[in-house]
T-cell receptor
Framework: EPEVTQTPSHQVTQMGQEVILRCVPISNHLYFYWYRQILGQKVEFLVSFYNNEISEKSEIFDDQFSVERPDGSNFTLKIRSTKLEDSAMYFC?????????????FGPGTRLTVL | AQSVTQLGSHVSVSEGALVLLRCNYSSSVPPYLFWYVQYPNQGLQLLLKYTTGATLVKGINGFEAEFKKSETSFHLTKPSAHMSDAAEYFCAVSGGAAGNKLTFGGGTRVLVKP
């Protein structure tokens, strides 16, 4: 069964360092998402991506964040200069249609720890 | 804007007892409603969803949920809890624009006692 994969499963970094979180969405999917979950808090939407451009982003997704689909299979989230408050679980998701009624398929997440 | 409230961050049930997880939503457009489950060290897995039509929705693992527009609720139930149901459960809403994001509730962690 096709699934969304994410690497690494756990990333530890120093404050101020750049990190890139990687996702491989399901191959025929067209819509891609990043969410994050700070420990003990809600899963929060960060950004959606379609047709090689951002379709929507939240207030959290400031200039320190960027997304890219560099090669037609990977979908990456870059944080340029990490802060302590960026420590969270980051989930990638994908969907094959535009319909809001359709399921988003989630990856297992990357736990980011900023020291 | 959309929002979701899940009443109770932790629920403890005995094996074989009813599981009831509460979800209330707010949406300015007709909502699409989802329940996801997260097992330890895994991603979010869809349990069931409501889009249109029948308001009682059946999902995987014996779960079901009923959409009640008048109460803006989408509570999740399972008649008889199993040890394998121990997990965290998230209610989510989307709607409106194509490719729309999911807005999640805070989650409810279910503990099943033998």
């Amino acid at each position: 069964e096709p699934e969304v994969t994410q690497t690494p499963s756990h990333q530890v970094t120093q404050m101020g360092q750049e990190v890139i979180l990687r996702c491989v969405p399901i191959s025929n999917h067209l819509y891609f998402y990043w969410y994050r979950q700070i420990l003990g808090q809600k899963v929060e939407f960060l950004v959606s991506f379609y047709n090689n451009e951002i379709s929507e982003k939240s207030e959290i997704f400031d200039d320190q964040f960027s997304v890219e689909r560099p090669d037609g299979s990977n979908f990456t989230l870059k944080i340029r200069s990490t802060k302590l408050e960026d420590s969270a679980m980051y989930f990638c998701a994908s969907r094959d249609t535009s319909g809001s009624w359709d399921e988003q398929f989630f990856g297992p997440g990357t736990r980011l720890t900023v020291l | 804007a959309q929002s979701v409230t899940q009443l109770g961050s932790h629920v403890s049930v005995s094996e074989g007892a009813l599981v009831l997880l509460r979800c209330n939503y707010s949406s300015s457009v007709p909502p699409y409603l989802f329940w996801y489950v997260q097992y330890p060290n895994q991603g979010l897995q869809l349990l069931l969803k409501y889009t249109t039509g029948a308001t009682l929705v059946k999902g995987i693992n014996g779960f079901e949920a009923e959409f009640k527009k008048s109460e803006t609720s989408f509570h999740l139930t399972k008649p008889s809890a199993h040890m394998s149901d121990a997990a965290e459960y998230f209610c989510a809403v989307s709607g409106g624009a194509a490719g729309n994001k999911l807005t999640f509730g805070g989650g409810t962690r279910v503990l099943v006692k033998p």
